[in-house]
C-alpha cells in the first residue's frame, strides 16, 4: 500500500519571546538539513530568516519569514516569527496556516512576557507545540527551573524527554530518556555520537525515565494499559502516546540544547518528526459558501482551496505567500478570490527559503508557497477554484494603538509618501493609514513605538523620501460612566414634501460582561424591549445601526466608544413621515446625546512592563516607573539581576528605552505587551 506523500509534511513555526534564540535555533535547522552551508549568526548578520536590513542592524526579528527544507525524508515548511510584542500581528497571520510549532524558552529566564502572548495565540488557534529550552550553556540555565515557569506560566503538562549532561558552559549533550541512549557533541562537531547512558547520570536518568512513563500513562489510555502489564513502557509506545497528547493538547515535549553552539538541534528535528501532527493529522479546514459551512480535504485531488498570509510588495513585483488546504495549484491556474469576487492569474510558483526561492509547477495540498502574478490578493484573501468557490475565515488582525503624524518634507513628494504608505499597509494589515479631518495630516498607526520606527524607515530606505514625523500618541478609547435611564430623543424634520419623524426611549448602561481581547471591554450590545409594535422591527434595526454610528465618536474627544449596552425601551412612529432613515437619524443623535448625559469615562491603553535591572539600579527604576503613573505587580531575582513588573500606561513609556539605559549604565533591559484598556485620570482626559 503507497504511502500517502502528505504525512511526511511539516508546516511549523518557531514562536519566543524575543532574544530567546528563534532565529539561531532556525539557522541551525537550515545549517543541518543541508539547506545552507554556513552558520548564519545574528551577531554578524549573515542569517537567511533575518534578511532585511533593519532585522540585520537591529538584531532582531521583525517579519516572519518562511522557509522550506527536508529531514529524514520530510519536507519541513518553517516560519521564523518575531518576539517583539509590536509585531505580534506577524506571529497572529502565520500561526493561521501552521499545523504546529516549536516554542523556544531561554533556559535563564524560563517563561517570559512575551513567551506567555505567543503561547496563547497557539491556544487560539489550537496549535499542537513542543517546547526546545535553549542556551543550555549559559550561566544560571537549569532546565527544571525553566520547566518548571513553563507549568506555572502556561499551565501545559510538560513531558521532560531529555537530561542535560553538563551544566552551563560544561553542558555537551543530552540523555535521551524514551531510548535511554546519550547524545553527546564534540567541541566543533555538526553531529551528535550516539552512546550508552554515562554512569555518573544512569540513576538520574532511570528515575526521570520512570517519572516520564507515569505522567504519560496517566493521560493515555493504550500506555496505561502497557504500564499496568508490565509496569514499564517501550520506546515505541511512549513515542507513540508521547505523539498522540502532543497532537491532542494533552502534554507538551520539551527538550533542551544550545543553538549557538549546536547542540541539541538534531534531537528537536526528529521530534518535529514523530510529534507534531502532518497536514492530514489536522481537521480539514473549514469555510462557508452562500451562508452554509463546509469542509475541504487536505486531498490534492480535491477542489483547490488557499489563504493567503502573506504579502510581500517588492520592487519588482508582488509576492504572495499561501497555505495550500486542499488541491493543487499549477503555473498558469486561473483562481477565485473568494472576497473580492473576482479571478486572478497564477504567474509563477516559487519554493520559499527567507529572500531566496526556487521554481515550482505546482502545488499541493499541505504546501507553503510563494506565488507571483496575483494583482488584488491581501492578507486573509482566500483562493479557490472557480467551479468550487469557498471562503475560508481569515486571520484576525490587531487594532492599532500608536500613531504618529507623517509628512514629505517636500511638497513634491506627497503624492510618492501616500504611495508609500499604501503599500505599506498592503504588507502589513496592523498598520493603519487615515487623513485628520481637522489638521489634514497624513497619520500612521500600528501596534507600538518600534513597529512605527520601522515603517517610517522603510519609507525613507526603501522608497528614499525625507519625511518628518511627529510625537507619537496612543490610540484613546470611551466608556459609559454611570449611564441614563429613559432617555428621550425625538427626530422631526419637514422641509416640503416627505418629512422625517422617529422618537425613540433608550437605556445606556456600561457593558463588561463580554471583556474583547484588547481589553477594552465588551464592546457594544444593543436589544430592543418595545412591545406592542410600536416600533417595527425594521426601524429598531435602523436605530441600531444609527447607534453604531454614533460609537465612531464620544463626547469627551472623538475617540471611538465601547463598553456599553443600549436597549431600545420605547418609541413612536408616524403613519407618512417614519422611515428607517429618520430612525438611523435619530438614534445616532439620540445615542450622542444620551453619551453626553451618561458621565462618559476617558480609557488609555496600558501595557505590561517587565524590566530586569542589576540589584543595585531597582530604586532608580521603581522610582521611575512611578513617576510614568506605574503600578508594580511584582517583583523577583533571576540569575543574579533584579526583574520587576509594572502595569503601565503606554502614553508614558515612550522613549523609556533611552530613559533606562541612562539609569542603568546601558545594563538595563525592559520588554512590555498590551493588557487592555483603563481609566485615564482627570489631567489626561483633559
Same mark, same amino acid.
Given at each position: 500500500?503507497?504511502?500517502?506523500?502528505?504525512?511526511?509534511?511539516?508546516?511549523?513555526?518557531?514562536?519566543?519571546?524575543?532574544?530567546?534564540?528563534?532565529?539561531?535555533?532556525?539557522?541551525?535547522?537550515?545549517?543541518?538539513?543541508?539547506?545552507?552551508?554556513?552558520?548564519?549568526?545574528?551577531?554578524?548578520?549573515?542569517?537567511?530568516?533575518?534578511?532585511?536590513?533593519?532585522?540585520?542592524?537591529?538584531?532582531?526579528?521583525?517579519?516572519?519569514?518562511?522557509?522550506?527544507?527536508?529531514?529524514? #525524508?520530510?519536507?519541513?515548511?518553517?516560519?521564523?516569527?518575531?518576539?517583539?510584542?509590536?509585531? =505580534?500581528?506577524?506571529?497572529?497571520? *502565520?500561526?493561521?496556516?501552521?499545523?504546529?510549532?516549536?516554542?523556544? $524558552?531561554?533556559?535563564?529566564?524560563?517563561?517570559?512576557?512575551?513567551?506567555?502572548?505567543?503561547?496563547?495565540?497557539?491556544?487560539?488557534?489550537?496549535?499542537?507545540?513542543?517546547? @526546545?529550552?535553549?542556551?543550555?550553556?549559559?550561566?544560571?540555565?537549569?532546565?527544571?527551573?525553566?520547566?518548571?515557569?513553563?507549568?506555572?506560566?502556561?499551565?501545559?503538562?510538560?513531558?521532560?524527554?531529555?537530561?542535560?549532561?553538563?551544566?552551563?558552559? #560544561? $553542558?555537551?549533550?543530552?540523555?535521551?530518556?524514551?531510548?535511554?541512549?546519550?547524545?553527546?557533541?564534540?567541541?566543533?562537531?555538526?553531529?551528535?555520537?550516539?552512546?550508552?547512558? &554515562?554512569?555518573?547520570?544512569?540513576?538520574?536518568?532511570?528515575?526521570?525515565? %520512570?517519572?516520564?512513563?507515569?505522567?504519560?500513562?496517566?493521560?493515555?489510555?493504550?500506555?496505561?494499559?502497557?504500564?499496568?502489564?508490565?509496569?514499564?513502557?517501550?520506546?515505541?509506545?511512549? +513515542?507513540?502516546?508521547?505523539?498522540?497528547?502532543?497532537?491532542?493538547?494533552?502534554?507538551?515535549?520539551?527538550?533542551?540544547?544550545?543553538?549557538?553552539?549546536?547542540?541539541?538541534?538534531?534531537?528537536?528535528?526528529?521530534?518535529?518528526?514523530?510529534?507534531?501532527? *502532518?497536514?492530514?493529522?489536522?481537521?480539514?479546514?473549514?469555510?462557508?459558501?452562500?451562508?452554509?459551512?463546509?469542509?475541504?480535504?487536505?486531498?490534492?485531488?480535491? &477542489?483547490?482551496?488557499?489563504?493567503? @498570509? !502573506?504579502?510581500? =510588495?517588492?520592487?519588482?513585483?508582488?509576492?504572495?505567500?499561501?497555505?495550500?488546504?486542499?488541491?493543487?495549484?499549477? !503555473?498558469?491556474?486561473?483562481?477565485?478570490?473568494?472576497?473580492?469576487?473576482?479571478?486572478?492569474?497564477?504567474?509563477?510558483?516559487?519554493?520559499? %527559503?527567507?529572500?531566496?526561492?526556487?521554481?515550482?509547477?505546482?502545488?499541493?495540498?499541505?504546501?507553503?508557497?510563494?506565488?507571483?502574478?496575483?494583482?488584488?490578493?491581501?492578507?486573509? *484573501?482566500?483562493?479557490?477554484?472557480?467551479?468550487?468557490?469557498?471562503?475560508?475565515?481569515?486571520?484576525?488582525?490587531?487594532?492599532?494603538?500608536? /500613531?504618529?503624524?507623517?509628512?514629505?518634507?517636500?511638497?513634491?513628494?506627497?503624492?510618492?509618501?501616500?504611495?508609500?504608505?499604501?503599500?505599506?499597509?498592503?504588507?502589513?494589515?496592523?498598520? =493603519?493609514?487615515?487623513?485628520?479631518?481637522?489638521? #489634514?495630516?497624513?497619520?500612521?498607526?500600528?501596534?507600538?513605538?518600534?513597529?512605527?520606527?520601522?515603517?517610517?524607515?522603510?519609507?525613507?530606505?526603501?522608497?528614499?523620501?525625507?519625511?518628518?514625523?511627529?510625537?507619537?500618541?496612543?490610540?484613546?478609547?470611551?466608556?459609559?460612566?454611570?449611564?441614563?435611564?429613559?432617555?428621550?430623543?425625538?427626530?422631526?424634520?419637514?422641509?416640503?414634501? =416627505?418629512?422625517? @419623524?422617529? /422618537?425613540?426611549?433608550?437605556?445606556?448602561?456600561?457593558?463588561?460582561?463580554?471583556?474583547?481581547?484588547?481589553?477594552?471591554?465588551?464592546?457594544?450590545?444593543?436589544?430592543?424591549?418595545?412591545?406592542?409594535?410600536?416600533?417595527?422591527?425594521?426601524?429598531?434595526?435602523?436605530?441600531?445601526?444609527?447607534?453604531?454610528?454614533?460609537?465612531?465618536?464620544?463626547?469627551?474627544? #472623538?475617540?471611538?466608544?465601547?463598553?456599553?449596552?443600549?436597549?431600545?425601551?420605547?418609541?413612536?412612529?408616524?403613519?407618512?413621515?417614519?422611515?428607517?432613515?429618520? $430612525?438611523?437619524?435619530?438614534?445616532?443623535?439620540?445615542?450622542?446625546?444620551?453619551?453626553?448625559?451618561?458621565?462618559?469615562?476617558?480609557?488609555?491603553?496600558?501595557?505590561?512592563?517587565?524590566? +530586569?535591572?542589576?540589584?543595585?539600579?531597582?530604586?532608580?527604576?521603581?522610582?521611575?516607573?512611578?513617576?510614568?503613573?506605574?503600578?508594580?505587580?511584582?517583583?523577583?531575582?533571576?540569575?543574579?539581576?533584579?526583574?520587576?513588573?509594572?502595569?503601565?500606561?503606554?502614553?508614558?513609556?515612550?522613549?523609556?528605552?533611552?530613559?533606562?539605559? *541612562?539609569?542603568?549604565?546601558?545594563?538595563?533591559?525592559?520588554?512590555?505587551?498590551?493588557?487592555?484598556?483603563?481609566?485615564?485620570?482627570?489631567?489626561?482626559?483633559?
Amino acid at each position: 500500500m503507497r504511502t500517502n506523500p502528505l504525512t511526511t509534511v511539516r508546516n511549523l513555526g518557531i514562536l519566543a519571546h524575543v532574544d530567546a534564540g528563534k532565529t539561531t535555533v532556525t539557522e541551525r535547522i537550515l545549517y543541518l538539513t543541508g539547506t545552507t552551508h554556513k552558520r548564519g549568526e545574528v551577531h554578524d548578520g549573515t542569517t537567511v530568516t533575518d534578511f532585511d536590513p533593519q532585522e540585520r542592524d537591529r538584531g532582531i526579528t521583525i517579519f516572519a519569514a518562511a522557509v522550506s527544507c527536508s529531514w529524514a #525524508g520530510h519536507r519541513i515548511n518553517l516560519i521564523d516569527t518575531p518576539g517583539h510584542v509590536d509585531f =505580534a500581528d506577524e506571529v497572529e497571520r *502565520s500561526l493561521r496556516v501552521l499545523d504546529g510549532a516549536v516554542a523556544v $524558552f531561554d533556559a535563564v529566564a524560563g517563561v517570559e512576557p512575551q513567551s506567555e502572548s505567543v503561547w496563547r495565540q497557539a491556544d487560539r488557534h489550537g496549535v499542537p507545540r513542543i517546547a @526546545f529550552v535553549n542556551k543550555m550553556d549559559r550561566a544560571g540555565a537549569d532546565l527544571d527551573t525553566a520547566v518548571a515557569s513553563i507549568r506555572e506560566r502556561l499551565h501545559p503538562v510538560p513531558l521532560v524527554v531529555q537530561l542535560p549532561i553538563g551544566t552551563e558552559d #560544561g $553542558f555537551a549533550g543530552v540523555v535521551d530518556l524514551p531510548r535511554m541512549r546519550a547524545l553527546v557533541w564534540a567541541d566543533g562537531a555538526d553531529t551528535a555520537e550516539d552512546g550508552p547512558v &554515562p554512569d555518573a547520570l544512569r540513576e538520574e536518568a532511570a528515575r526521570r525515565r %520512570r517519572l516520564l512513563e507515569e505522567a504519560v500513562a496517566e493521560r493515555h489510555p493504550g500506555a496505561l494499559e502497557e504500564f499496568c502489564d508490565r509496569e514499564t513502557l517501550t520506546a515505541a509506545t511512549l +513515542t507513540g502516546a508521547l505523539r498522540d497528547l502532543t497532537r491532542t493538547g494533552g502534554g507538551v515535549v520539551v527538550l533542551c540544547g544550545s543553538a549557538y553552539r549546536n547542540r541539541g538541534v538534531e534531537p528537536l528535528l526528529d521530534a518535529v518528526v514523530a510529534y507534531l501532527p *502532518s497536514p492530514l493529522d489536522v481537521p480539514p479546514v473549514r469555510g462557508t459558501h452562500d451562508g452554509t459551512e463546509r469542509e475541504r480535504p487536505a486531498d490534492p485531488a480535491a &477542489p483547490m482551496a488557499a489563504l493567503a @498570509f !502573506k504579502v510581500n =510588495a517588492t520592487p519588482t513585483g508582488r509576492l504572495t505567500y499561501l497555505r495550500v488546504y486542499s488541491g493543487t495549484i499549477g !503555473k498558469g491556474d486561473t483562481v477565485w478570490d473568494a472576497g473580492t469576487r473576482r479571478t486572478e492569474r497564477i504567474g509563477r510558483i516559487l519554493r520559499v %527559503r527567507a529572500d531566496r526561492h526556487d521554481p515550482l509547477e505546482r502545488a499541493v495540498a499541505g504546501d507553503i508557497v510563494a506565488v507571483v502574478g496575483l494583482k488584488t490578493a491581501r492578507a486573509g *484573501s482566500t483562493l479557490c477554484a472557480p467551479g468550487a468557490p469557498l471562503l475560508l475565515e481569515p486571520p484576525g488582525v490587531a487594532e492599532p494603538v500608536v /500613531h504618529v503624524a507623517v509628512e514629505a518634507r517636500r511638497s513634491t513628494d506627497t503624492d510618492r509618501l501616500a504611495a508609500a504608505l499604501a503599500r505599506l499597509t498592503e504588507e502589513d494589515p496592523s498598520l =493603519a493609514v487615515r487623513t485628520d479631518p481637522e489638521t #489634514g495630516q497624513t497619520v500612521l498607526s500600528g501596534m507600538g513605538e518600534l513597529h512605527l520606527e520601522v515603517a517610517v524607515e522603510r519609507v525613507r530606505r526603501e522608497h528614499g523620501l525625507e519625511v518628518t514625523v511627529g510625537r507619537p500618541g496612543v490610540a484613546y478609547r470611551e466608556t459609559v460612566g454611570e449611564g441614563v435611564t429613559g432617555f428621550v430623543h425625538r427626530h422631526v424634520k419637514q422641509d416640503g414634501g =416627505a418629512g422625517q @419623524f422617529a /422618537h425613540i426611549v433608550l437605556d445606556v448602561e456600561p457593558w463588561e460582561e463580554d471583556v474583547d481581547e484588547d481589553g477594552a471591554g465588551g464592546g457594544f450590545v444593543f436589544r430592543s424591549t418595545v412591545v406592542g409594535g410600536r416600533v417595527p422591527q425594521e426601524y429598531v434595526r435602523a436605530v441600531e445601526a444609527g447607534c453604531r454610528d454614533a460609537l465612531a465618536e464620544g463626547p469627551l474627544g #472623538g475617540h471611538p466608544v465601547t463598553g456599553l449596552r443600549v436597549t431600545l425601551t420605547d418609541g413612536q412612529t408616524h403613519v407618512k413621515d417614519s422611515s428607517d432613515t429618520a $430612525f438611523r437619524t435619530a438614534g445616532r443623535f439620540g445615542l450622542r446625546d444620551a453619551l453626553r448625559a451618561s458621565g462618559t469615562v476617558l480609557l488609555e491603553p496600558v501595557v505590561e512592563v517587565t524590566v +530586569t535591572v542589576p540589584e543595585d539600579g531597582v530604586g532608580g527604576v521603581l522610582g521611575d516607573l512611578a513617576a510614568r503613573r506605574g503600578r508594580v505587580t511584582g517583583s523577583d531575582t533571576r540569575g543574579g539581576a533584579a526583574v520587576v513588573t509594572a502595569t503601565v500606561p503606554l502614553a508614558e513609556l515612550f522613549g523609556y528605552a533611552t530613559r533606562l539605559r *541612562s539609569r542603568t549604565q546601558g545594563r538595563g533591559t525592559f520588554t512590555a505587551r498590551p493588557t487592555g484598556y483603563a481609566p485615564a485620570p482627570a489631567a489626561v482626559a483633559r
